[in-house]
């Protein structure tokens, strides 16, 4: 995985999540233990996910929502809000540095799991990144939906 210039730190999550669901599966772990989704996060998924075109990998009853979230200082009070994949490209012009996580939800059965995390930010890079950088978000998206 090669990062481009503007997306930073990038860190995929997805070993972490198939261990997870192997434990699941494996019956380590329970579906209580796993679908434990918090109601903010339920909701938040409701009003605000992105839907995807990957079923829930525990319950299989409907499509994986993903919520984006972003952090950092530089956001200031702003710090913690969900944001839309397609409004990081312009708080790319905006803003020095931050940090996004995607998580994907399960409105159905509460799975819930970090998707992955990268840092953007002009930070002083040249601006021409920006679209390499919502490029990349794509591509990570139709990658998360063809496993
Ligand atoms: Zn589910």
Redesign the pocket.
């Known amino acids: 995985m090669t990062a481009v210039e503007t997306t930073r730190s990038l860190i995929d999550y997805s070993l972490a999540r198939r261990a997870v669901l192997a434990a699941l599966f494996g019956g380590r772990a329970t579906a209580t233990d796993v ?1 434990d989704a918090h109601p903010y996060l339920l909701r938040a998924a409701k009003f605000h996910g992105e839907p995807t075109s990957e079923q ?7 499509p ?1 929502m993903h919520v984006t979230y972003t952090y950092g200082d530089a956001l200031g009070q702003y710090s913690g809000r969900i944001k839309a994949t397609r409004e990081l490209a312009q708080m790319e012009y905006e803003v020095s540095e931050f940090t996004v996580y995607v998580v994907e939800v ?6 819930n799991h970090l998707r992955q995390s990268f840092v953007l930010g002009h930070g002083g890079l040249a601006r021409a990144g920006t679209q390499v950088a919502a490029r990349r978000l794509t591509h990570s998206r139709e990658r998360a939906l063809s496993e």
């Open positions: 679908c829930c990998p525990v319950c299989r009853k409907e994986l399960c409105q159905s059965c509460g799975w």
